[in-house]
């Protein structure tokens, strides 16, 4: 089925959007699931968050690219959940999310007006950043920074030693932070 045709049902409140979104894009909510929270049971919970989430956004939500609306209610959820997870643990073996690589070139959450505004021209810089660099180099730094790809996927993935994608990713975000301090965020 088309993505217009099940965000249609979405809009017609037939069930059926639900059962349509899951046979297409059950795989690929799971995986972005699935690298974040790294718990198979986790994963599955966040992906049946995600059918929720698209139920009660749509409408009014009218998403252009169902996929990508999809992967940030995945991605958002299973942030969430690692995060919640993390502070009951204060400290324990919890390994770092690649999310938090950035840390140095990202500013903290938004809370307020101003923050959200800021984290507005912060999305369009690294849209920016990510418009200005080859192919290769901005779907490794989407691989990890968006889906949370494990650099041994990455590295599969491209063909490339471990040692190379995490150098290239050191760079790119030693790049990105460089970009974002002559904006001056």
Known sequence: ????????????RDQKAVEATELKYRHYCKKIALNIVGCDEDAEECVNDTWMSAW????????????????KITRNIALNRVRDRDRLKRGGDAEALPFDELGDCLADDASGPEEHAEAGELTALINRFLAGLPEERRRIFVCRYWYGDSISDIAKRFGAGEGKIKMQLMRLRGE???MLEKEER
């Open 1 to 12: 089925m088309e993505d217009a045709e099940i965000i249609a049902l979405y809009w017609e």
């Open 56 to 71: 009660e956004s749509i409408p009014p939500a009218k998403p252009e690219i169902l996929s990508a609306f999809l992967g």
């Open 176 to 178: 990105l932070k460089k």
